[in-house]
């Protein structure tokens, strides 16, 4: 039997020999045309002559070949021939028999069929069967029908889809986070409270930047804008007096909260861009916005469950000053350089973390310089000088608030985890955390995949992601000395992975492209029915998909904003204890002052004091609020120096208070505290009277009656700034006084002479000029570089003198080598033998090659059994009794609320509850310091008497090199920590902190 195509050739000898145009034949395939050799052709009959081709009419073959005629165009005088190629029906076929041609066809039939069973049974298998049917014929159509497509649709632009993903992300997250943008929140937990307080409380200062330092309705008094980043309060503000919502500030705290992660996602998304194609870019893009992440991860759950604001900020500026190393590293230009420069000052202005990603960035660049093979190793090195130029710029906003910090504030740092620790966390679930996890696995691989791609880009994410996601252990910070330090005692690591989010989510990009390459490059040479088989089968998988998708997607959308629009239960309640707090604190007077304190652990009362006014606290941390003293305890003492007046608790009774006095308003109960006095300012040495006749955060004005100067007290926490003036012009010291007998922390105090004295929150700071001259050098050096670069006469001789020493670069090279590595070797030999007589900062067992402590351990009062030292992993091993190995302890605080230092100590881990274990090792031994253990331990020190240690402070005097002997009992099945530190390398010196003289000042006695 002949084919229908070898039928037509037989009624229309004129196509014999010729397939017509490059296209797919019946089964699918490609084919190509092939002409015959061309031969005479007899005529049909006698009387008809032989035409030659130049001059006769077109044939029904020329016409259906390419060329003009090809074309459909006919020249003039010929007739009008019907193709027989598919464009157009053959002679003599009806429409009806096309019909039944094209039912004929086992595709269509199999696609009615699959059409008919989805429609006829929804709700059976033989619907499923359908619809999985539709969706292969789907994708082989597209695979059929995408090689036609417009050349402008298979290979748009790249700057048009590059912002039409940009696009589209922004477009999502402003229909996710639209009803946030629009409706004024509730109380919202989290740290919404103290910043709405915050910003209340300076809203009549601005416009402008003279803001009062102190804040007395905040805490038990503290400096905001002083010990935590003012920018983002400042921008805030002023945004709220140009949108006129000064009336409704949690309404413009959100939309800043929405604006900067929408920011943060699309930076992240242009990230993904510059190392993977778009559609994967996108899709990552798209999971970022509704990604929930953790408190100190990012996310959702970070910015607008707990309002970490200032920190989403620095982020945003921090990724958006990456994508400008990015566009510096492509093509240098003066204005990426200014990107740089301004998006890294306000990085590093906006919050402390600002300057891990600073310097996150500049080992990524460096590791630029070194593996990437696209772009030349000095271009990496100056985006890394443009770096350090911006960090510059913003010294004299961060170094200030840094001696802030490190001097007067309360430290939050996170523990340290050790390697292992570290690595069977990732393995057990991504960091930082994600809804996504395959996304944050992807994120790995493609991180260790891109160090090794040679493309400046990708190494450069890759880079940062993983030098963040490294300093979430201990081993850097033990291994290089950085610890024991002052920083490192208050770092907050888990903020690296909130830092490490975009490139991390960008790096999953890169890993999904490879995956996916990988996959397109094992099909090139598939034969056209395998193409179409996958096309069907990714038609099915895209179906199924798109029914999942949208599901999935309003899910994680809803859950998303849903974050944004966490309020405390009993709003009826909030409302009448509003109303409560309104008509009380309008009773408040400098003669009357009193606060409230809740008994919670959570911070939304917050917003209670930025609506009414009312001083409200909780004993513990409040986040923005980090002033060092403050009040300490909930003790008859301290409550009557800090002027607490109500206690309020939720959902039960107050713990203590005046139960005769009890209201309930809601879920929420209210007692009196007995003996509140209301006295702002009372006497603590000497005789006399004082009233308080201003109370405010500019000054608090008192005066005083009696005969002799008297030492005066305030109820507000000490800061260095408080200074104090007598109304004679005459300046009276002021001192920190312990809030009450035995305390820790201190108050306002100060030796007054009789009359009128203010008080002033205004004195000068060592750390006021901190950082200053670095950034106006900084802004110096860049006036310059756009100065020198915008100048054609000073460019080109800069440049010629760059390529000289360019040209000299080789032979400096090799003499650096030839001299440079004898010297670095001698240095680090002389800095070695340097530290190991140096007095010693923290006990520490050593991870060397070899041993520097001898650890022996044992059962009850059995015989004591010396561990083995492992070179491999730097630990001792005492088989089947204990593992003892250097890490990061948090046993050691100064003061509460703050949490425990990060210090390096000796971590065991028993295997035997009964275990003992004695350490022997030497050291040199000078000064005060700091001892913990998290059970008990005996210390023995050459020369000195054994002290059973839990918690314990001891000075040592300088005799040079001693033997150390630690013993302990282990806690049962728990791991034992043991530090042993200096105390100058977690604690500053305070000598403000100390007393108030016992007899007033000669000066003070000299005003009159």
Known sequence: MRSSRDQRRTEFPGRSGWTGPPGRDNAGAVSEPVRPPEEPKAPASADEPKVPAAEGKVSVASAAGSGREGLGFRRPGERKVPAVDGKGPPPGRSFGTQVRDAFARPGTQILLCAVLLAVAFPARSSGAIGLATIGAALGV???????KAPAWLRRPPSDVTTVMVLTIVLAAGLTVFWE??????????????PHHAVLARIMPSLPGMDIPVWNHALSTGDAPLELYPAFTHLLTGHVALALGLENDLPLVLMIMAVVTYLAICVATTALALRVAPKPIALGVGLLTLVDSGAIAHGGTVGLFRWALLHSAISLAFSTIAALAVLGALRKP???????????????????PAGLIATAATMLALAAVALLASDVPPRRALVALGHVAIGAALGASVWMPLAARLFEYGQHFPNALRSPSKLLEDLLASPSPVTSFAMLGYAGYFGLIAGLWSRKAATVFISASALVLLVGLCDAPFLAFDLAPGPGIARLGTERLAQLARPFVMAAGAYGISIFVGSALRAWKGATTPRRLIAAGLIGIMCGAMLRAAPA???????????????????????????RWARIHASTITPGTWARAVFETDTHEHMHLTAETGLPTFHNSWLPDLLLRERIEDLSEASLRRFNVRWVIAGGRAPSFGDPSTEITLGSFRIREVAGWDGKFARIERGTGSVEVLRLDDRAVEIEVTGNEPVLVALGTGYYPRWRAHHASGAEEPVFALPSHEGATLHVVSAWVAPGKT???????????HDGRFLSMFAALIAALGIVIWHRRKLRIPL??????????????????????????????????????????????????????????????????QTCGYSRLEGGYYCAGLVEAHDGMTALLNDAMPSWAFNTPGIVVTPDDPDAEIRIKLKARLAGTYWIACSGSAAVSVEGEAETSITRKVVAYADDGEREITIRSTMPGADVWSFTFVREDTILPPRPYLDAPPEVAPPAVRAIR
């Not at 010297?823 to 800095?831: D, M, T």
């Open 141 to 147: 159509g597209t695979a059929l029908l995408w090689p």
């Open 180 to 193: 946030v943008l629009t409706e004024s929140p509730d109380w919202q937990l989290g740290d919404w409270g």
């Open 799 to 864: 440049l010629r003198r760059i390529a000289g020493l360019r040209a000299r670069a080789p032979r400096l090279a090799q003499l650096a080598v030839r001299y440079g590595i004898p010297f670095v070797c001698i240095a680090l030999l002389g800095r070695g033998c340097a530290q190991d007589r140096e007095i010693t900062r923290s006990l520490e067992l050593g991870t060397g090659i070899r041993p520097t402590a001898t650890v022996e351990a044992r059962v009850s009062d059995g015989e004591w």
């Open 758 to 768: 203010t008080f002033t929150c205004d004195g000068p700071l060592p750390s006021d």
């Open 333 to 351: 230009r003066i204005g990426m350089s200014v990107l740089i420069w301004v998006f890294t000052a306000l990085a590093t202005a906006s919050h």
């Open 552 to 578: 999935m997607w309003w899910n994680a959308a809803l859950r998303a904003s849903s974050e944004a629009r966490a309020y405390p239960a009993d709003h009826q309640g909030r409302m009448e204890l509003t």
